[in-house]
């Protein structure tokens, strides 16, 4: 039977909105239904201290913007996106439209057409994530979205440049200076000068979350985001350093953000815990990590690998990471998880920045039911049907007028009626 090494000593987030964050974001958004553009500003100078005269970004604006970016910079955006790129078309690729001719005269299809127009909403603040852009503009114009709304905060009244580079070279057609609940509500529900969108994605603090919570049905959004996970399981093979690297390099994502390690080995465990406490030390961002390992950072001791696997499994971790002698095993006996890292050469960091796979990805033990952002979430997948002679309409006509009236639909049947009765040129017996 397992048992813990580590215990966390605050409950995990069930998933829920504090009361106050909820009350805030509702009313947020309330406010821009009704006054939209006024009330946009009003909140972007309140939140941001920032006004400025139109809040999308000019191509003039934007050019300025990447000519302040180092060269080394620019050519490190190019290489992630183009690995972003290539990992999406390889997605959109294996989505096949199709039609067949099922049964005599009844032809069946199914098309996979882009959603219309989408807003990404790229993080500013403590971590502004250049590659929120990469994930969500580079895919969906890998999908085929025709209008991509990007939004960034400003960063402390000025125009980020760097990550508004990536969202150009992204593909966002327009660009926003525009953060928090006000930007997400703005894109949601339109103002004067921002059309709506029918999809929202991208990461954000709990306030953005809420309010993508509350905006979804009206529009359609990638996923509820909660802290960052990550559950590394490891054997006696495993190198506790860089268990406790690997576990330190999520942490610091937000003082919330689960740690965990199952393992077999004991020592493992053991060397882990002790390495991750010296590593704090000189960790520029122990700030975060710190309270991060304490309160939520978890080490348990499985008896074998299978238990471990299973462990993991009922965790459903964001970001999961196999440290064993055979890593691929997890392949098969793993089935909850939003992204699988096998192997020590491999690392949550690759996913999160650069190795081409999406970082947008369930949280909160979603994972058990859904995967991450991907090509397949900017399509609508529809379908069609033609029924082309009488012969075919006159035998599905006879099936729906049974079907129907078994379910006590009349009018449902009437219409199968009329349609097996075309082909004997009669009238059905209620006309």
């Known amino acids: 039977m397992a048992r813990h090494l580590k215990s966390a000593s605050v409950p995990s987030d069930a998933g829920s909105a504090a009361p106050d964050v909820r009350a805030i974001v509702e009313g947020v958004i309330a406010d821009i239904r009704t006054r939209g553009d006024a009330a946009v500003r009003d909140y972007s100078e309140k939140f941001d201290k920032w006004g400025p005269e139109s809040f999308r970004l000019s191509a003039e604006q934007i050019e300025q913007a990447i000519s302040r970016v180092p060269r080394q910079t620019l050519d490190d955006i190019r290489e992630v996106q183009e690995n972003v790129r290539r990992f999406a078309v390889l997605q959109r690729e294996s989505l096949n439209d199709f039609e067949a001719e099922v049964q005599p005269g009844v032809i069946l299809g199914q098309k996979n057409v882009p959603i219309e127009a989408v807003g990404a909403y790229v993080p500013g603040g403590r971590y502004p994530l ?6 969500t503009i580079v895919t969906a114009k890998v999908a085929g979205v025709e209008r991509v709304v990007a939004c960034t905060p400003p960063s402390q009244g000025r125009i980020p440049d760097a990550t508004v580079a990536a969202m150009h070279m992204a593909g966002a057609d327009e660009i926003y200076l525009l953060g928090g609940v006000q930007a997400i509500a703005a894109m949601a529900v339109g103002t004067e000068t921002i059309q709506r969108v029918d999809m929202l994605a991208g990461p954000g603090n709990a306030y953005v979350a809420e309010a993508k919570r509350q905006l979804f049905g009206a529009v359609g959004i990638d996923l509820f985001a909660g802290p960052t996970e990550v559950l590394i399981v490891a054997d006696e093979s495993a190198d506790p350093f860089l268990v406790a690297v690997d576990l330190l390099s999520q942490a610091e994502h937000g003082p919330d953000s689960p740690a965990i390690l199952v393992t077999t080995s004991a020592e493992v465990g053991e060397q882990t815990i002790r390495h991750v406490d010296e590593l704090l030390t000189n960790l520029p961002t122990s700030a975060i990590a710190e309270p991060a390992w304490r309160n939520h950072g978890q080490v348990i001791l499985a008896d074998s690998l299978s238990e471990a696997f ?22 098969g006996a793993m089935r909850n998880y939003g992204a699988l890292f096998l192997g020590e050469n491999t690392c949550v960091s690759y996913g999160d920045k650069v190795i081409g796979t999406n970082h947008v990805l369930p949280t909160l033990g979603a994972a058990r039911y859904t995967g991450g952002l991907w090509v397949g979430k900017y399509l609508k997948t529809l379908t069609y049907q033609e029924v082309t002679t009488l012969e075919a309409s006159a035998r599905l006509g006879e099936l729906c007028g049974r079907a129907a009236r078994a379910e006590n639909f009349e009018g449902h049947a009437r219409s199968g009626d009329l349609r097996a009765a075309r082909l004997a040129n009669s009238t059905p017996a209620w006309a």
Request: net charge negative.
């Open 130 to 135: 250049l590659a929120s852009a990469h994930m």
């Open 310 to 331: 299973a462990i993991a499994d009922e965790f459903a971790s964001e970001h999961v990471q196999i440290l064993t002698s055979a890593p691929r095993e997890a392949l």
